[in-house]
């Protein structure tokens, strides 16, 4: 095992100058949708967007209050201007964006299908060769890696290529040995790799990971875990040097009807953190949510000192709320997100509208 830093000591390091609160590395999409409950196989238009997991992330910290910033590669032309534009849009910074200019350069698509019960919804990946999968560690100034407090990225980066895969695991290493933060989240895709492959590929990198976001599913069929959803997550820690442990638990009573909530797990108390889930959530587009989650939970982290309490909070509601929005990135400020919190834990009669 590798030595890690106390968490609890982090905001005694203030003077190791850190520009960043959140940096995050992953390849932004370009996300095509048929308008409503449409279907691609029917339609004849499709609104275009932008998304990406780790870009959900980093815009939902930053509409929260903290400085986020995005690393990733994006084609030289007009797409990628469409995209930086909509990273800046969400206040995160772009100043590890970095550009290729091959005449082959492009940005990755996916196309997503909503769904109407029975029918469930559905993606189409169209990202195989995009310029994200080109980058180096070596592309980023040294700086880079000592400027944030915390960096984040996600098993669908370590999937995506062997370059990407590679290249993700040096950053990981160069942003620990200055003294950051690392989280992940396992964001299992099964068109993307095998459970084998990600189960090897990820043990690897979890002796540096502070901040571990896994599914009791996820960790169930990638991880092979056994028991209840309690005793793998005390697991992780006991096998890794992992402070925090955190498990969404969506019900999906039906495509547009959901229930969120989740259990968080701190490793130096030996506590588990729940509350009462979301429940009955109208779903207008669930893509994001879990991103979501992690933004909610990061920001109560990286904001409150750690506080458990808060993460899980800022999380379930960050998370519900996304789920009642289209698009991959969120739209939920500081003020929205604490009304919904006290909304929430309020037993008393509430108003129709916020007016």
Not at 198 to 213: G, K, M, N, Q
Not at 288 to 314: P, T, V
Request: glycine content about 8%; charged content about 25%.
């Amino acid at each position: 095992m590798i030595a890690v830093p106390d968490l609890y000591k982090e905001k005694r390091r203030q003077f190791m100058r850190r520009d960043f609160d959140l940096l995050s590395l992953g390849e932004i999409l370009l996300r095509l949708s048929p308008p409503d409950n449409e279907r691609i196989v029917r339609g004849d238009t499709f609104q275009k967007q932008v998304g990406g997991a780790e870009l959900n992330v980093v815009s939902g910290v930053s509409l929260l209050g903290l400085r986020t910033g995005m690393i990733s590669m994006l084609p030289d032309n007009a797409l990628g201007t469409y995209a930086k534009n909509r990273v800046r849009f969400c206040g995160v910074s772009d100043d590890y964006l970095i550009y290729d200019k091959d005449t082959d350069a492009r940005l990755g698509i996916y196309y997503y299908e909503n769904g109407a019960y029975p029918r469930k919804p559905s993606v189409v990946y169209d990202r195989k060769h995009a310029s994200f999968c080109k980058f180096s560690a070596d592309d980023f100034p040294e700086e880079m890696y000592g400027s944030t407090r915390c960096f984040h990225t996600t098993g669908i980066t370590l999937a995506l290529s062997e370059n990407t895969r590679k290249n993700a695991i040096e950053m990981i290493k160069r942003f620990k040995e200055n003294g950051t933060i690392i989280s992940f989240d396992v964001n299992f895709r099964g068109n993307l790799w095998t459970g084998d492959e990600a189960r090897e590929c990820i043990e690897t990198i979890l002796p540096y990971v502070d901040i571990f976001f896994c599914s009791e599913e996820t960790a169930k069929l990638t991880f092979l875990k056994q028991g209840n959803v309690y005793e793998i997550m005390k697991s992780f820690t006991e096998e890794y040097p992992i402070s925090f442990v955190a498990s969404t638990q969506r019900v999906v009573h039906s495509p547009k009807v959901h229930s969120f909530g989740s259990v968080f797990y701190n490793a130096k108390e030996d506590k588990f953190y729940e509350e009462e889930p979301y429940k009955n959530i109208e779903v207008v587009d669930r893509i994001g949510s879990g991103d979501a989650y992690i933004s909610g939970a990061l920001y109560g982290l990286l904001k409150h000192n750690f506080n458990c309490r808060k993460a899980l909070e800022y999380g379930n509601a960050t998370s519900a709320v996304k789920n009642t929005i289209p698009g991959d990135l969120p739209s939920s400020g500081l003020d929205e997100i604490e009304r919904i919190i006290k909304n929430h834990q309020s037993t008393g009669l509430q108003l129709e509208m916020d007016r």
